[in-house]
């Protein structure tokens, strides 16, 4: 997106349009038949579209593979955790609000595609992934609503033991 457009865009306009495209980088749809569907959504929002066969032709996602294992969790329900203070370039799922900050593990999710790895390309690297609860006031400080507690799904690789 022009950097104009991205600060004036809402989130969903962003994910739209990385959608939009992906699935014209990826030759699932052409612009121009994007640009007819729009159109054609934009005259009668009740219009029935046919997918692309490029879009109709996409394999079924892989199973998970029976001969690994699933990664085993280094965490367990009630252990106490830090957010690791990372800034790594590109996407991550742990919101900057979040960084270096004491939360508890509230759940696990079991193993999960790491989002982080997974949109630059580079592979599932399925890991743990937990409910982690925070205090509102350890996030926000006092501007925080007191007894206000916050819960954040967090892979394994964004957390360490607090005792470290």
């Known amino acids: 997106m022009e950097p104009t457009h991205y600060l004036r865009?809402?989130?969903?306009?962003?994910?739209?349009?990385?959608?939009?495209?992906?699935?014209?980088?990826?030759?699932?749809?052409?612009?121009?038949?994007?640009d007819a569907r729009t159109d054609l959504l934009r005259e009668d929002p009740e219009a029935t579209v046919p997918r692309s066969a490029a879009i109709a032709s996409l394999p079924e996602p892989p199973n998970e593979s029976p001969d690994s294992p699933p990664p085993v969790s280094r965490f367990a329900v009630g252990d106490a955790v830090v957010t690791r203070n990372i800034h790594p370039p590109g996407h991550t799922r742990l919101p900057r609000y979040a960084?270096?900050?004491?939360?508890?593990?509230?759940?696990?999710?079991?193993?999960?595609?790491?989002?982080?790895?997974?949109?630059?390309?580079?592979?599932?690297?399925?890991?743990?992934?937990?409910?982690?609860?925070?205090?509102?006031?350890?996030?926000?400080?006092?501007?925080?609503?007191?007894?206000?507690?916050?819960?954040l799904d967090l892979w394994e690789s964004y957390l360490e033991s607090s005792l470290s």
Not at 128 to 145: N, S
């Open 9 to 34: 865009a809402s989130y969903y306009e962003r994910w739209l349009s990385t959608i939009e495209l992906n699935l014209i980088e990826g030759g699932f749809i052409a612009i121009e038949d994007l």
């Open 99 to 151: 960084r270096g900050k004491r939360g508890v593990i509230q759940r696990l999710h079991g193993a999960q595609i790491f989002p982080d790895s997974n949109a630059h390309g580079l592979g599932e690297n399925p890991q743990p992934l937990y409910a982690v609860r925070f205090d509102a006031l350890e996030l926000w400080g006092e501007a925080a609503e007191p007894c206000q507690t916050v819960s």
